[in-house]
């Protein structure tokens, strides 16, 4: 059973920092790989998707890796600012077809200004 | 950006009531899925449609039925709600080109008393 992990489940840095968020998952035979953001109360927002034939993904100050061979991913955010406060959700979607996205639980972010 | 729709956003119900909650998507798209997420669990799979009249379970359909006469919407029923349906419960689409990706709705909060 395909199981995926976020490690840390939150994280407080001051505004202006790297940093990363990491999402490992145990069967690396996944489609692909989708990053998405949640603010408290509301929806998910797509941040980045990437097929498993891909390495990586920008978007902005966002950069999505994956290596599937070793069952990881992980989330670079640059210049981090407290607009950046949320939670980022990891999820894979399997090979086969029709299967449904498999969420991690999640890092929640805090960026003080 | 894709069309996906919710309702009700909120809603309160007493034990032992029939509940449906309703996703409408204006794409035409294949797939959709209802998740519920609470915390300490993250999102988890109910059902899922592939098709008008085409529905499977999920990791955690016990106490749920779907329908799907329309490809637009998809119904999740609660047909005697209990308290461990108080959650919140988002639908999604599946892109059914390009990247495939997954687009989500706002949710509905569902407190069960």
């Known amino acids: 059973k395909q199981e995926v992990t976020q490690i840390p489940a939150a994280l407080s840095v001051p505004e202006g920092e790297n940093l990363v968020l990491n999402c490992s998952f145990t069967d690396s035979a996944i489609y692909n790989l989708q990053w998405f953001r949640q603010d408290p109360g509301k929806g998910l927002t797509s941040l980045l998707l990437?097929?498993?034939?891909?390495r990586e993904q920008t978007s902005g100050r966002l950069n999505a890796s994956l290596d599937k061979s070793s069952g990881r991913s992980t989330l670079y955010i640059a210049a981090s600012q407290p607009g950046d406060s949320a939670t980022y959700l990891c999820a894979v979607r399997l090979s086969q077809a029709g299967t449904a996205l498999i969420f991690g639980k999640g890092t929640t972010l805090s960026v003080s200004s | 950006d894709a069309g996906i729709t919710q309702s009700p956003r909120h809603k309160v119900t007493e034990t032992g009531t029939p509940v449906t909650l309703r996703c409408h998507q204006t794409?035409?798209?294949?797939?959709m899925y209802w998740y519920r997420q609470d915390p300490g669990h993250g999102l988890r799979l109910i059902h899922y449609s592939y098709g008008v009249k085409d529905t499977d379970k999920g990791e955690v359909s016990d106490g749920y039925s779907v329908s799907r006469s329309k490809t637009e919407d998809f119904l999740l029923t609660l047909e005697s709600a209990t308290s461990s349906q108080t959650s919140v419960y988002f639908c999604a689409i599946r892109e059914p080109t390009g990247n495939y990706g997954y687009t989500f709705g706002s949710g509905t909060r569902l407190t069960v008393v």
């Open positions: 990437i097929q498993s034939s891909q």
């Open positions: 794409e035409n798209h294949r797939y």
